[in-house]
């Protein structure tokens, strides 16, 4: 059975930082492409960042270029979003998920496995 746990929410101020992760048990990870979703009130989901397998390709919706860093260490089964310089309109539930293949990362409808997501709330 697979379950990935998210957490590292929480409040916190326009301009601020927060590290998420998302900790995945009942695969084999390292075979597992990682993605982060966030969907916000009455909006619909939308792509943050992916993560190949092994680590070695990354890719970021533009509006998170270099402000957001998504990492995994295969050797705790656990993937990580370091979000910087967060916006109020970055308030929003993020999700982390997990498909077995890299090719087009971007599409929320190819992850079978889903966490529960985990509240992030950027204050003005």
């Known amino acids: 059975q697979v379950q990935l746990v998210e957490s590292g929410g929480g409040l916190v101020q326009t301009g601020g930082s927060l590290r998420l992760s998302c900790a995945a048990s009942?695969?084999?990870?390292?075979?597992?492409?990682m993605g982060w979703f966030r969907q916000a009130p009455g909006k619909e989901r939308e792509f943050v960042a992916a993560?190949?397998?092994?680590?070695?390709?990354?890719y970021y919706a533009d509006s998170v270029k270099g402000r957001f860093t998504i990492s995994r260490d295969n050797a705790k089964n656990t993937v990580y979003l370091l979000q910087n310089s967060l916006k109020p309109e970055e308030t929003a539930v993020y999700y982390c998920?997990?498909?077995?293949?890299?090719?087009?990362?971007?599409?929320?409808?190819?992850?079978?496995?889903w966490g529960q997501g985990t509240q992030v709330t950027v204050s003005s």
């Open positions: 998920a997990a498909r077995p293949r890299w090719s087009n990362p971007t599409y929320g409808d190819e992850y079978p496995y």
């Open positions: 009942g695969l084999t990870f390292r075979a597992y492409t």
């Open positions: 993560i190949s397998g092994s680590g070695g390709n990354t």
